[in-house]
Each structure stands twice: as C-alpha cells, then as structure tokens.
C-alpha cells in the first residue's frame, strides 16, 4: 500500500502576483521529546523542562536527520511530550510531540509519510505543511491488520505534531503583504490542526479544524480560519471538494476550494527594512490528522 502526497492542493486560487523580487528565508523546525519510563510505561517526568525537549534540524539536503536541543511548546497550558514507544498514546500525561519523518533509522516509511514534512516554493513565498498519518484513523477503517510484519502501529503517528517555522525577509521599499490560507483539519472536533501566524510579532490570523462530523471522526475538511480580531473568515464556511472522503492512498486530489481559502494583511504597510513571519503549528492530539495541512501564499505588491 502506498500513500501519495501532493505537492500542493491549491485549487481556484485568485491571488495577485508579487513583484518577483522579494524571498523568504525560513527557519523550519519539528518538535520532539524524550522520556524517562518506569516499568509500567508511565512517564516519571510528566512536565519536561528545556533539556529534554528535542527538535529536528533541516539539513542542507531538506531533511531532518539531525536532533538538537530546543524548548518546549505549551497549548492551552497543557505541556506535550513525545517518546519513540509506539504503545504509548497522545493523551493525558503520556502525551507526546513526535513525528515520525522516513523513520529514524528503524524503518522505511516513505510509503506513508513524507521524509519533509515542509514544501517551499517560489523563493519561499509558498510555504506547506503536511501532517502525518495517524494510528486512529487507520483503526477506525479497519485497515490495521493489513500491514503484515511491519506493524501498524511503528508506521503511523500516534503522538502530537507540533512545528514552527520562522521567515525572514527585507524589502527595499515599502510594500504590502498579503498572506492567503489554507488546509485541511479533521471532522471530529474542533480546536485541532491548529496554526498561528504573526508578522514582526504582530498576530495575523489563526486557523483549527472544522469539526461537525462525530460519525466519520478521521475524515477531512477545510479547516476554518480567523483574522486578528478573532472574526471567523470566511464567514460563510465552505466544504471541500474532492470525493465522498479524502482518499487515504492518494491525496493528489485539489480538497480546497477558493471558498474555504482566506486572505488576511497586516493592518499597516510594511516599511523598507527587515521583517518576519512566525507560524506554529500543532495537532493538539494524536488522532485523525490522515491528510490534514496548512498551506500559505504570501503576495507583495
């Protein structure tokens, strides 16, 4: 079984061309942490300082083959932790950031998952991050027992996915900046798939999943978007396209439409000088991100 991965899903997008002259530097960075068990699995460090929180760094080739040490990101007040224990689960004080990438050195699960979870495009104004296929949404379709030796559960994520990506860039004169969003969030519930975007610290827009489908939990839609006034854009949501379910064994179908995509400025134009975007990126849990991303689009004019 294969998983393919698209390298966008823009669909009907009607946004400016930019002048062709600006490029974005990004800093991009996943989240990971260690754990200290005891005999019965149980963490006997359940809120981890700075020392045991891990991020992958991107090398020169585009992968994250290397580990160095970072800090730890906090939702709602929650901390969140990860362990390479595939029987551990995303939840409670077990709760862990991870992914899974080619799979370190142990596996090849470039069947699933993609080895960079980032795609950038255009000088780096075109930014995608695609999470990682999950345990819960292949045990909701049953499909566990298909894998043979390679267990299921040592080929998809169970743990939080967390990321943050940091863009630099200068412009030689005053300019404004659109920024244009979009994804896919999972149906279960809200408050999932979450992104923040700040330009020079100044919060832009946030975005979660959508939410309203209890029946069919692991399934996908646009996820919904907000502006810097916490003001629901846009405002009539639109359901994606693409078939009665995103396909699990390829995903090259265009899911979003120009209805569930926002664009969103800063309130001020940006003056000559440098700039930068930060955005974060978490699951909040380890269940059904099958197919769920953020993708941006950055214009100036």
Same mark, same amino acid.
């Given at each position: 079984m294969s998983l393919n991965f698209p390298t966008a899903f823009w669909k009907g997008s009607n946004n400016p061309s930019d002048d062709g002259e600006v490029s974005i530097d990004w800093n991009l960075k996943l989240y990971?942490?260690?754990?200290?068990? +005891?005999? *019965? /699995?149980?963490s006997t460090t359940p809120y981890l300082g700075t020392e045991n929180v891990k991020e992958a760094i991107q090398?020169? +080739? /585009?992968?994250f083959s290397a580990i160095a040490g970072a800090f730890p990101y906090t939702v709602g007040g929650r901390d969140y932790y990860d362990n390479y224990d595939a029987n551990l689960t995303a939840d409670? *004080? =077990?709760?862990?950031?991870?992914?899974?990438?080619n799979g370190y050195d142990q596996n090849d699960? !470039? +069947?699933?998952?993609?080895?960079?979870?980032? @795609?950038? +495009?255009? =000088?780096?104004?075109?930014? *995608?991050?695609?999470?990682?296929?999950d345990q819960a949404t292949v045990e909701k379709l049953g499909r566990n027992q298909i894998?043979? #030796?390679k267990f299921y559960e040592e080929i998809? *994520?169970?743990? @939080?996915? !967390?990321?943050? &990506?940091? /863009? %630099?860039? #200068?412009? #030689? %004169?005053? !300019?404004?900046? !659109? @920024?244009t969003v979009s994804g896919l969030g999972e149906k279960n519930q809200t408050d999932f798939e979450k992104m923040?975007? &700040?330009?020079d610290d100044v919060h832009i827009c946030k975005g979660e999943s959508p939410g309203g489908d209890v029946v069919n939990p692991w399934d996908m839609n646009q996820v919904k978007l907000f502006n810097s006034d916490g003001d629901q854009t846009p405002t009539q949501y639109a359901d994606r396209v693409g078939g009665t379910y995103v396909d699990q064994d390829n995903r090259r179908f265009g899911y979003t439409t120009a209805g569930g995509q926002a664009t969103f400025t800063p309130d001020n134009t940006l003056v000559a000088g440098e700039h930068t975007i930060k955005i974060y990126f978490n699951t909040n849990d380890g269940l059904y991100n099958s197919g769920a991303f953020y993708g941006f689009k950055f214009n100036f004019s």
């Amino acid at each position: 079984m294969s998983l393919n991965f698209p390298t966008a899903f823009w669909k009907g997008s009607n946004n400016p061309s930019d002048d062709g002259e600006v490029s974005i530097d990004w800093n991009l960075k996943l989240y990971y942490s260690e754990q200290e068990l +005891d005999e *019965n /699995g149980q963490s006997t460090t359940p809120y981890l300082g700075t020392e045991n929180v891990k991020e992958a760094i991107q090398n020169s +080739d /585009g992968f994250f083959s290397a580990i160095a040490g970072a800090f730890p990101y906090t939702v709602g007040g929650r901390d969140y932790y990860d362990n390479y224990d595939a029987n551990l689960t995303a939840d409670g *004080n =077990n709760s862990f950031f991870g992914w899974f990438l080619n799979g370190y050195d142990q596996n090849d699960l !470039s +069947d699933f998952h993609r080895a960079n979870p980032w @795609i950038l +495009d255009n =000088n780096g104004k075109e930014l *995608n991050l695609f999470f990682e296929s999950d345990q819960a949404t292949v045990e909701k379709l049953g499909r566990n027992q298909i894998y043979g #030796t390679k267990f299921y559960e040592e080929i998809f *994520n169970n743990f @939080i996915q !967390s990321g943050y &990506a940091e /863009g %630099s860039f #200068t412009l #030689t %004169s005053v !300019s404004d900046l !659109s @920024i244009t969003v979009s994804g896919l969030g999972e149906k279960n519930q809200t408050d999932f798939e979450k992104m923040h975007l &700040a330009v020079d610290d100044v919060h832009i827009c946030k975005g979660e999943s959508p939410g309203g489908d209890v029946v069919n939990p692991w399934d996908m839609n646009q996820v919904k978007l907000f502006n810097s006034d916490g003001d629901q854009t846009p405002t009539q949501y639109a359901d994606r396209v693409g078939g009665t379910y995103v396909d699990q064994d390829n995903r090259r179908f265009g899911y979003t439409t120009a209805g569930g995509q926002a664009t969103f400025t800063p309130d001020n134009t940006l003056v000559a000088g440098e700039h930068t975007i930060k955005i974060y990126f978490n699951t909040n849990d380890g269940l059904y991100n099958s197919g769920a991303f953020y993708g941006f689009k950055f214009n100036f004019s």
